[in-house]
DNA sequence: TTGTATGCGTTATCAT
DNA sequence: ATGATAACGCATACAA
């Protein structure tokens, strides 16, 4: 590899005369820049991150936290596409993305820990359990963070508006003639109470009881759990629903599944609303009734203001950032009047 | 942050006594190497990586290539479930995870120069357009690299296997008592090419007479192309096949609607075969009938093999690495004696 | 306008 | 068994 120190000697000047020209420093002689340049990039000269990070302290890089679990986050639609728009954002601004995780080397260390041993610029934290100590540890550290879908309350947070996202799911069955509103939620996270808020905000806007019985624990990405409560719905004497929201849209899938199996007919008997509006949403016919998380949006805007925070750190104040969505306006759901 | 030398101050010995105190050193008496570790670990020692790399010229990172055009191949889940089996392995070994990009900083540095100026110690290369310059320059560099479902004549190349998967679901369609095949498949790329052997090799191993008007190009995720193909094939006057076999999962969803299209019924009228086993495989009603591919595997590999050949460079020679998936047994092949 | 010298944190060679 | 010191490649304060 060559190195500054080759450049200058057959350029016949000093390194520093030839650090400085290739930052372009106003200090040099036009013609000098131009011809150690020439000559670098001719000799192949490629900059040292290493060497240049021990010096600057900075590495222009940032950590991406996903929950490394058994089952990753990654392998859901959702955080994929917003690692994606992430990675393309940060490569934009000149910042690599590597990810961080506790089980670097034999001596396990914290994500914090981690965090420093790489020297990263900052963090963005998506998809873990936001109870961590782990991640509080990191959040509280002196190294910048962005956080997805949580809010802490030192650290940026870019959040999918869950509570308006449920909102214009009702509102939106309710334009459609809707009254008898179930739905079946994911476990109790945060996500999860934000959205059931939004639930219960939108139900009584337009003053539609709900009947306690209508809401059901389903999973999170687990179409059984989801066919197993809409069963539990279907069969309980109870009069039943004319639309049932599931917590995403692969819950939804097996939602209808359950719901042929107990003899109805979508969207004629019952209706059907997703969350998240992953691809196969739009694939699938009929195409499903869904919320479309913007994770696009997402990634960038987390990578944005944490390339902001790390540049301008004195000008940094925690924001929240809320992204809408919108709903797709599918074939799952049908007009009743 | 707390350095080497900080220890050193503190213990009341050298920088070179904590240095090798760290690392275990049996030039160390016993104590001193407990009473240093222990002092290091009280002050909260992180070592620091840039400074690690710089000495040692090694990083402990590797970088992961993936496409980086505007639908990234991030967002497939093949290669999302790759990225993270690949990224716990990596982890496991002591390995950090690094994108690598084309667009870091201004100065558009090519994959190879992206990759020695992060000092990575090998690359995977995944999901890209094998014939880009820019990533043979890569493979033929001094860099490690394992590429994935190519095959290139100096690098390790791990590989899902398409020519015998095609012809484990031939075997399984033949099995069902299906003769009459047809097989759209994805653009003209080299794995199309190994599955179009795979094809035609045990169609004729089966005595089967492959009526070219049965092989259609479609495109891989694209149910619409999968669907037009379909309607060309069903409309074409020929008789219909007893089966058709799709480039992966997603494009058998819109092959599935352009045969109800038609008027014919799944599968009783027509069956139908999907590639890939992704997640919404096994959610869907019907089940589909499809090859599973072990992406796991493909990216535990991708690592192991990358990692042996860093760190034994000696004994390296490029290898390839088949690994077979299998037939998902799912509801949307029928059988027909 | 250019050059000299130093230090970033670590490891390794060679003394002691 | 431990310590002094140089070197890794780069950027910068300061000198010339």
Redesign the pocket.
């Known amino acids: 590899?060559?190195?500054?120190?080759?450049?200058?000697l057959k350029c016949?000047?000093?390194?520093?005369?030839?650090?400085?020209?290739?930052?372009n420093?106003?200090?040099?002689?036009?013609?000098?820049?131009a011809y150690i340049c020439k000559t670098a990039k001719e000799m192949g000269?490629?900059?040292?991150a290493?060497?240049?990070s021990?010096?600057?302290?900075k590495t222009y890089s940032i950590g991406i936290l996903f929950v490394d679990q058994t089952s990753s986050g990654l392998r859901h639609e959702y955080f994929s596409s917003i690692l994606d728009s992430l990675k393309v954002a940060a490569e934009s601004k000149g910042y690599d993305v590597t990810f961080i995780s506790k089980n670097i080397t034999n001596n396990n260390m914290t994500y914090l820990e981690h965090a420093r041993y790489r020297n990263v610029d900052g963090v963005v934290i998506a998809s873990v359990d936001f109870h961590d100590e782990q991640v509080i540890e990191l959040v509280n550290s002196e190294i910048p963070t962005v956080t997805i879908d949580y809010i802490y309350n030192n650290s940026t947070a870019i959040m999918s508006d869950n509570t308006s996202g449920m909102e214009k799911l009702i509102h939106y069955a309710v334009s459609r003639g809707h009254k008898k509103i179930a739905f079946i939620h994911g476990e109790m996270t945060d996500v999860t109470n934000k959205r059931l808020a939004g639930f219960y905000k939108a139900m009584k806007e337009y003053n539609l009881k709900v009947n306690p019985n209508y809401v059901l624990e389903g999973r999170y990405h687990d179409p059984k759990a989801a066919g197993q409560a809409t069963k539990k719905l279907l069969n309980s004497g109870e009069e039943i629903p004319s639309c049932i929201i599931y917590p995403d849209d692969v819950s939804l899938i097996g939602g209808e599944t359950a719901i042929q199996q107990c003899g109805y007919k979508i969207p004629d008997d019952i209706s059907v609303i997703g969350y998240d509006g992953v691809n196969i949403s739009r694939i699938l016919r009929p195409i499903i009734t869904t919320y479309v998380q913007n994770s696009d949006a997402l990634g960038k805007l987390a990578v944005i203001n944490l390339i902001d925070r790390i540049e301008n750190p004195n000008t940094f104040t925690p924001k929240i950032v809320y992204v809408e969505g919108s709903v797709q306006d599918g074939e799952t759901v049908k007009d009743i009047f």
Do not use: C, F
């Not at 420093?25 to 820049?33: A, G, V």
């Open positions: 590899m060559v190195k500054i120190k080759d450049i200058a016949g000047v000093s390194t520093a005369t030839v650090s400085k020209a290739l930052h420093s106003s200090e040099l002689k036009e013609e000098t820049i000269y490629i900059p040292n290493s060497a240049r021990l010096k600057l302290k």
